[in-house]
């Protein structure tokens, strides 16, 4: 089959990817011409587990390919995938217009029947924006063309996303169409060989869907971290807490770990988003909102356990930071709680020096030349005369650190450590001061 998959980031680039791995024959689209360019050119714009190889293993094989040329890739294609951004707007609602710019594409270019695959993340009733702005453009050529939109919302985790598409928990497929429905289980059926695990739902649903799993998700981190802080109150262990109540099955452990706050494209925006639908159709929203509200402090935890430690003013200290992306095995730093933290030590005249072992790129390109902070090339040169380490981001390296050396390196014995992964007994008995989330 030759599909055609528009937007070339996170989503679109690995399902893309997974897709021509399957045998498919694949034409990724992007309208950034230097993203392109570096595919073509065999570079990988995004830092993803396994991407590299896969990438290069099926340009080889003439199944994958990258272009800017939209109006060819969806004449070619029969299936089209929409895997744009959908970032808030002011009032949190989710922008629309990257999604409506590529169905009036298709609208403009369709040449014959087409599946409309929409994998973005979306309020629901997008899809029958999707149609009617296709189906507008087609009137303005005085052309008639069939074609089915159909919502598959992606549901991969940055980190581990060739396997979450490879062997993914279930497809969503959001569709009224029974030729679509058969074009969908044609492409999908590879991916979920072992087990039947496509769920067809009407379309509105699989929209609905999307925002309702990933609110559980940011309401489990959130709730636990609420917890988190009571247990700091109250003189109770959450990591205790953690293992006594995911033990239950009806809980689970999963995303029940306290920390600094959840960030990423998705959580942040889909919460915000789904608060917006919910106002919009004069329905309550109020564990969304609690939900957010939670988040927005716990980003500021850390900072008030320095200032406790510190005093407010912080001129003249130096802080080293491990971990810079919103979760390890990724670059990705888009509402990454670092971001928060470092501005707000800044802020109260601090000086950072970061180390992050894959989005240090990333940082620099988002605090651009701001003076008040250094990279270094590897953890430990961060913490060379700083007055505490931040631990931000739990990459495996920053598990079992050399503590020895930390010690050796830091001015002052002091660890702040925002995903509880060192021992409170230890350290201490190794002289720090350590600061972690939800135990006295
Ligand atoms: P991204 O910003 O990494 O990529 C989007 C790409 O689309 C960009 O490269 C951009 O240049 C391109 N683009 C925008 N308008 C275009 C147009 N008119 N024509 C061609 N290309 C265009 O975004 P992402 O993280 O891949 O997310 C895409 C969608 O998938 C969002 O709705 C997001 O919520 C959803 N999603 C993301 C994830 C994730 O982990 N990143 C997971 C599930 C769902």
Redesign the pocket.
Known sequence: MKIAV????????VSGTCIAEMGHTVIC????KS?IDMLNEGEIP?FEKGLKPLVESNVEGNRLFFTTD?KSAIQEAIVIFI????PPEEDGS?DLQ?VI??AT?IGKYINDYKVVVN????PIGTAEKVRSTIQEQIYKRSENFEFDVVSN??????GV?IEDFMKPDRVVIGTDSEKAKKIMKELYQAFTFQKDRIIYMKIESAEMT?YAANSILATKISFMNEIALLCEKVGADVEEVRVGSGSDTRIGYKFLYPGVGYG???FP??VKALIRIARKNKATSDILEATEKVNEKQKMVLVNKVCEHFGENLEGKTFAIWGLSFKPMTD?MREAPSRIIIKELIKCGAKIRAYDPEAMKEAKRIFGDNPSISYTEDQYSALKNANALLLITEWHQFRNPDFDKVKEFLKEKVIFDGRNQYNPEKSRENGFAYYSIGKK
């Open positions: 528009i937007g070339t980031g996170y989503v679109g680039l689209v992007d309208k950034d993203k995004i939209i895997a744009v951004g959908t989710a990257h710019a590529v594409d994998k973005s993340t979306v919302p992606e549901f991969l985790r940055e996303a999307k990423g494209s998705c925006k889909d990705d």
